[in-house]
Structures are given as structure tokens and as C-alpha cells.
């Protein structure tokens, strides 16, 4: 999203009137109504860990565990270049090492773990097509290994995530500068045969959301799909065992380059750009898919967009980001860990 200065200048911004303040109800009132589901809290507690050994933005979703520990792999250290390094982190100790880096540097890719190994896939490596091929990480040999175009086509900013040993890819685009070329494309790479096949469409098309997956469902949310990038507030719900898609509840917060990871039947929706030219947002709203509902919970302690995020042992890592999409700086070297019951 860097080559977009001149979409964004043209931009009118609308300034809607302040609002007057509500009263709030007294929670000791037997007669005051319980609160809205965008009222409810879901208690997270953020803290600072050790930060990232250099700043890393546009990473999502490229952080993934493996062995109890967490990499975070390629991004933009900077607003004229991507890195290859494959930073770890260990939770444990709250340290940092260094990995065989990648082959290709890039940013917008995936991280998948699947059989005890990494799948980077696609991502860019600055502007121009986005790139079909895939990378496999052994850990046993610290090496990578390149499957060639293996990808139906280039791609970047999709969303993705496993589910029975095969890694769902949905949404994203073809090149930087985006443009208005958002898909809403969804396929299936199967690691065992090294093959690909098209599922059902989203929807609506959209780049830089977030996936994550409860069961045999995927969900695809928020995102963002046109010119002037505004920030989505649509989930939606594939059902993997009849390839069909449904819309379901929205984001309080719509926002993309959003990062989501998933624990039990909860999803966590972290972070993201509501305009490009708005700052990174510490925003962390909870799905629960079971129930259809979605509550605030306590925010984090810095604004990002473009962060990646996992859940190991009850407590959520967030690493990197941007402070706003547009200007394409200051990229974070921030890492928090926020536990939660």
C-alpha cells in the first residue's frame, strides 16, 4: 500500500458534528438495562517484552509457532526495502535469535506451520507482481527450500490459516501498488501433494484482512477493497465441509492490515489502519463464533497496523507493525504479550 500518496491527497475528509455526552447508566441499578455487546470488556493484560532486534512492519500474517516458539518472518524494515530474516522468539526467556533467512525477501506473505514445518507463501518483494512462490522450512537443518510458482498466481495481503494439515488462503492482491484489484478469491494448498484447488469466492473482495479458523470454519475479517482504504468491518464464516460462505457479525471498529489469531472458540482481532493516513490502532475486539457476538477488549499498549500475532499458552504476542500506511514510516520493533483468563 506505499504508492498511494496521490489516491490519498485527493481524499476529502468530513468532520462529522461532536456528539453530546451520554449519562452513564448506574451498574448498581437493578432497572438500568445491561449493557450492548460493543459495551462489554474482555480483560486482557498487556505487557512490553523484548523488543524485535530490528523494527519489522507489514507482517501479517507472518508470525507462526513452531516447537514453543515464535517466528517472525520477512516484513519492511524501512519505507524502500523488505528483509529476508527469520527472527525467533522465545516466550520462555523472552529472547530473541536469528535463523536461516529466507531466500527471497518480502513483505504481505504468510506463515503456516503444517507437519513440523514453515510455508511462507507469496508476499512482495517491494512494488510490481507479487510472487507465486512458496518456501518450506526445515528446523531440524535450520534450511529453506523454494517451490517455484507453485501458487495458482502471485499474490499478497490475503488472509490465511490451517485447518487439517492444509493451509486456506482468501482475499488479497496481485501487485503493489494495490490499486483496485482486491480478490475475493479463496484456494486450498495441500503441503502432502503439492497441489492447489479453488473453493467457493468471499462474498466481497478484499486485501489486508485477517483469517483465522475455530473447528472446520474459517473466518475472513475486515480488510479493505478500494480507493480511499477504508477499513471494513464485515466477518464472514466458511464452512469447510460445504464450501459455503456466510456474513456474520461485523466489527465494532471496522480496520485493515488487521491481524487475528485464535484460542479455544475465540478469535482476537488486533490492531489494523482504519485510513491509511490514520494512525495504527491498539483496537482489540474478541469474536466469539459460537455465539455470533463480539465485545471490546483492553486495548494494547501501542498503535499498530500490519503487526502479526499468535496465541501460545493463554497469553497473545503481538510483534512489529506500522504507525499509519501512509506515510509508509516508522516502522515497530514492539512486542507485547497480553494474558488473558
Known amino acids: 500500500m506505499k504508492a498511494i500518496g496521490n489516491v ?44 524485535i532486534p530490528a523494527a519489522r512492519g507489514w507482517l501479517h500474517p507472518a508470525a507462526c509457532i513452531l516447537n514453543n516458539k515464535i517466528y517472525v518472518i520477512g516484513g519492511t524494515p524501512d519505507d524502500v526495502s523488505s528483509t529476508n530474516k ?35 507463501m507469496g508476499g512482495c518483494p517491494l512494488v510490481g507482481p507479487a510472487l507465486s512462490s512458496i518456501e518450506v522450512y526445515y528446523p531440524g537443518e535450520n534450511k529453506w527450500e523454494i517451490i517455484a510458482d507453485v501458487m495458482p498466481e502471485g499474490r499478497m495481503g490475503f488472509g490465511s490459516c490451517v485447518v487439517n494439515g492444509k ?9 503493489e501498488p494495490t490499486g483496485n484489484t482486491a480478490l475475493a478469491k479463496m484456494n486450498v494448498y495441500d503441503p502432502v501433494t503439492n497441489t492447489w484447488t479453488s473453493l467457493a469466492p468471499m462474498p466481497e473482495a478484499r486485501t489486508y484482512l485477517g483469517a483465522s479458523a475455530v473447528g ?6 475486515g ?34 492490515a488487521i491481524s487475528t489469531c485464535s484460542s479455544d472458540s475465540m478469535i482476537f482481532c488486533i490492531g489494523g489502519l482504519t485510513r491509511p493516513m490514520d494512525p495504527g490502532q491498539k483496537t482489540v475486539e474478541v469474536y466469539f ?29 503481538s510483534f512489529g507493525g506500522t504507525a499509519s500506511a501512509y506515510p509508509w514510516i516508522n516502522m515497530s520493533n514492539k512486542t507485547e504479550a497480553g494474558s488473558f483468563k
Open 8 to 51: 490519498i491527497l485527493s481524499i476529502i475528509i468530513v468532520l462529522l458534528p461532536a456528539c453530546s455526552p451520554v449519562e452513564k447508566a448506574d451498574e448498581n441499578d437493578p432497572a438500568a438495562p445491561p449493557p450492548l455487546p460493543s459495551e462489554a470488556k474482555f480483560d486482557i493484560e498487556w505487557s512490553s517484552k523484548s523488543i
Open 223 to 256: 480488510g479493505t477493497k478500494e480507493a480511499p482504504w477504508d477499513g471494513l468491518n464485515s466477518i464472514f464464516e466458511y464452512d469447510i465441509l460445504t464450501d459455503t460462505w456466510r456474513t456474520k457479525k461485523d466489527l465494532i471498529t471496522g480496520r485493515w
Open 216 to 221: 472446520n470454519k474459517i473466518y475472513a475479517v
Open 167 to 175: 493451509i486456506y488462503i482468501m482475499g488479497g492482491c496481485t501487485e
Open 86 to 120: 527469520v527472527t525467533v522468539y522465545d516466550p520462555a526467556s523472552d529472547t530473541w535469535t536469528e535463523k536461516q533467512p529466507i531466500n527471497v525477501a518480502r513483505w504481505g506473505h504468510s506463515s503456516n506451520v503444517v507437519d513440523g514445518k514453515i510455508y511462507v
Open 289 to 317: 463464533p459460537l455465539k455470533d457476538s463480539i465485545v471490546k477488549a483492553t486495548s494494547m499498549l501501542n498503535g499498530r497496523g500490519s503487526l502479526s500475532s499468535c496465541v501460545f499458552q493463554k497469553k497473545i504476542y
